[in-house]
């Protein structure tokens, strides 16, 4: 059969012709199948184009071809748009005498998972439904693999639904690809469904399968349905890797079901599957964590019999806790039974001790440490000395921690920066301000003044009221270029206001600012409650703005310094609004709040809303006080509203000491009179008169 044209296929330019490339390879492979391939070339000619036209299907007619699933699978295979590949593989459908077999039909659905065309595969899987085809299982696991590619989790499970429900013979391999599918995808109550399905039909998971799903069930927490498949395993002889015990290890010794993981161990290793050190070392933090060091001692001396070596991670974790718990003669006893095993003990582990007696206030034990280090074979480090520096500087033993510093030279051990700062704090501590001054001077020329330096010794110079020499010291630090951070600016400021440097504290606020510092809350509330204090609330109220726009939640305090300072300027309005925001926002109210508020309503006769804020200050536990509630009283008397209210409130109304002079409150209690409705400002409630007096 020749080509259109006369041409001979051989001669073919393929050059930019990427649809014709794999047909090269069925050429070169030998001329068995050279008749169909040249029908092959023909058509592929015609649908080379990226439509499907009407006069395709003319074309294709008027070639006088053939077809057969061989020509058909082979024009699927060339390289080209799925739209036409769909096109062609429905009109070779229509074609007298034809019909798709299993390869043109995976071909279709490969090109069509290709180009993530769905709808079109759709439109195919209905077709294979509806022709009777027996799809056989390698198009069903072809088909869930392509959809779980595709992210299509859904579709690949409806498929392998479909898949169980027919008549295909499935296996267990299915089960376990899929079940891995679902782990993969988080899909744990369907892993469950399936795994019970399969157990039914006489399947097992796979050793990998089963180790893959206890790992994704105890990131789930679901330890109970663990227990459940390690019985299913055990059942069949085999057990999870080391890797999934492990896992499940550490999840049972999280939820303090320590005993349980003694006992799984136990399990694992009568079965063959031998703890390793990771699993040891996960026994050990569990037992740490829930501060049972004996048992974890004993798992630690059973590690360091049966292990030749043993990871240091291991030992680590059991000195570092029961260091950090005070239990640092446990410690070394773990620590001295590795020494005298010929077990290398590291510098951080030995370091551990020495903190850990050094935080007993066992000096003589710590310094007795760092030599049998040194007899060890390990020299001190710059960490070790500065634990004992750090421990010489807090009991403000000065002399000594210079001492140590000059030995720290001699040993080849340069001390660094926190070095300094340690002895730049003790003599803070020490009150030493002007040695600590000239230390700061003599690190700045080194190059170990950082800000920590400069922030101890501000904060030094502003407990001890020296704010003019902690400024200068601020200035130097500027000229030097070591940006000052928030910390210096709250120590300043602070300082500032406590010896009444008002100006100079809102100067370095605004500086605080300008350089693009944000502020924390105690700073916003500190500078709040001063503009408050000086009667500039508008100041106050945009400084308050600004603190919310830097996404720092103002806390009960600084609501309470505002609202202090706008019920003083008669601003209760204001005041209820950031009342009603502050509980919005889930910042519970105080006592403070509610007297706040309260005074300030009362003040403007709001009388009806002081006693709804009441009601909610009562709700939440809080009782008004003495002075604040015969202040209320009085007022409610004077707008002539009192015996709706006393029926309302009770005795609840009322303190303790008028409740035990008056009894009930509504029948003794007499009313204002109009002299003291025209003074609603200058009276008070005296109980043993029994009336209001001015």
């Excluded at 034809?98 to 279709?108: A, C, E, R």
């Excluded at 008397?637 to 409150?665: I, W």
């Amino acid at each position: 059969m020749g080509l259109a044209h006369g041409h001979n296929p051989t001669k073919f330019s393929y050059k930019n012709q990427n649809w014709r490339r794999p047909l090269l390879d069925l050429f070169d492979s030998g001329r068995k199948n050279e008749p169909y391939l040249i029908s092959v070339l023909r058509i592929c000619r015609i649908i080379q184009s990226r439509e499907w036209c009407p006069g395709t299907e003319i074309k294709l007619k008027l070639l006088g071809i053939q077809l057969n699933t061989y020509i058909v699978n082979q024009v699927l295979k060339a390289d080209m748009d799925s739209n036409v590949a769909f096109s062609f593989f429905m009109w070779a459908e229509s074609q007298f005498g034809y019909k798709h077999i299993y390869f043109t039909y995976k071909s279709i659905i490969s090109i069509l998972l290709r180009d993530r065309k769905l709808e079109l595969l759709a439109d195919v899987l209905w077709r294979i439904q509806e022709s009777r085809f027996l799809m056989h299982r390698s198009l069903y696991r072809f088909l869930i693999s392509g959809y779980v590619k595709l992210g299509e989790v859904d579709l690949a499970i409806q498929t392998f639904d479909q898949m169980v429900a027919s008549d295909c013979v499935v296996f267990a391999v299915d089960y376990n690809r899929f079940i891995g599918v679902l782990i993969k995808e988080n899909h744990f109550d369907l892993v469950k469904k399936y795994y019970l399905r399969m157990m039914k039909e006489g399947f097992s998971l796979s050793p990998f399968t089963y180790s893959r799903l206890i790992s994704g069930l105890c990131q789930k927490n679901d330890l109970d349905f663990v227990h459940y498949l390690l019985l299913d395993m055990y059942k069949i002889g085999i057990v999870p890797d080391s890797w999934a015990c492990n896992i499940y290890l550490n999840c049972l010794c999280k939820e303090n079901k320590l005993d349980l993981a003694l006992k799984v161990r136990d399990e694992m290793s009568e079965r063959g599957r031998e703890p390793d050190m990771v699993t040891y070392t996960t026994l050990i933090n569990g037992f740490c964590k829930v501060k049972r060091f004996q048992k974890a001692t004993e798992v630690w001396n059973y590690v360091i019999e049966i292990f030749p070596s043993v990871d240091e991670v291991a030992c680590g974790t059991l000195v570092f806790s029961l260091c950090s718990h005070k239990k640092v003669d446990l410690a070394y006893d773990a620590v001295m039974k590795m020494a005298k095993k010929k077990i290398q003990v590291s510098a951080s582990i030995y370091n551990a001790l020495i903190s850990g007696f050094c935080r007993a206030g066992s000096v003589d034990k710590a310094t007795a440490m760092v030599v049998f280090m040194r007899q060890n074979g390990l020299k001190p480090d710059a960490v070790t000395y500065n634990i004992l520096l750090n421990y010489f500087c807090d009991k403000l033993m000065l002399d000594k921690a210079s001492r140590l510093v000059n030995r720290m030279k001699n040993s080849g051990v340069e001390p660094d920066a926190y070095s300094y700062n340690q002895l730049l704090k003790g003599l803070c501590r020490a009150n030493q301000l002007d040695q600590a001054y000239a230390m700061v001077t003599k690190m700045q020329t080194a190059g170990l003044c950082n800000m920590v330096s400069c922030n101890t010794i501000i904060g030094a110079l502003c407990k001890a009221n020296r704010i003019g020499a902690a400024y200068k010291l601020f200035r130097e630090m500027v000229e030097k270029d070591l940006l000052p951070d928030i910390v210096t600016y709250n120590t300043l400021i602070h300082g500032s206001f406590r010896k009444g440097f008002l100006d100079l504290a809102e100067e370095l606020f605004e500086q605080l600012v300008r350089h693009g510092l944000v502020p924390d809350v105690i700073l916003y509330t500190t500078m709040v409650d001063h503009l408050c204090k000086t009667g500039r609330i508008d100041r106050a109220l945009n400084i308050f703005h600004d603190m919310k726009a830097n996404s720092v939640a103002p806390d009960v305090i600084s609501y309470n310094a505002l609202i202090g300072g706008l019920c003083k300027e008669f601003k209760v309005r204001k005041a209820m609004d950031l009342y009603e925001e502050m509980v919005g926002n889930g910042c519970l109210p105080d006592e403070v709040t509610y007297k706040l508020v309260i005074g300030g309503l009362i003040r403007e006769a709001k009388i009806q809303m002081a006693c709804k804020v009441w009601d909610q200050m009562m709700q939440n536990g809080y009782a008004l006080d003495a002075t604040t509630s015969e202040t209320l009283i009085g007022a409610l008397h004077m707008n002539d509203k009192f015996e709706t209210n006393a029926k309302r409130f009770g005795r609840a109304l009322v303190p303790f000491n008028l409740q035990r002079s008056y009894g009930r409150l509504g029948d003794h209690v007499p009313l204002a009179t109009s002299q003291q409705l025209r003074c609603p400002e200058n009276w008070r409630y005296k109980p043993d008169m029994r009336n209001f007096v001015a």
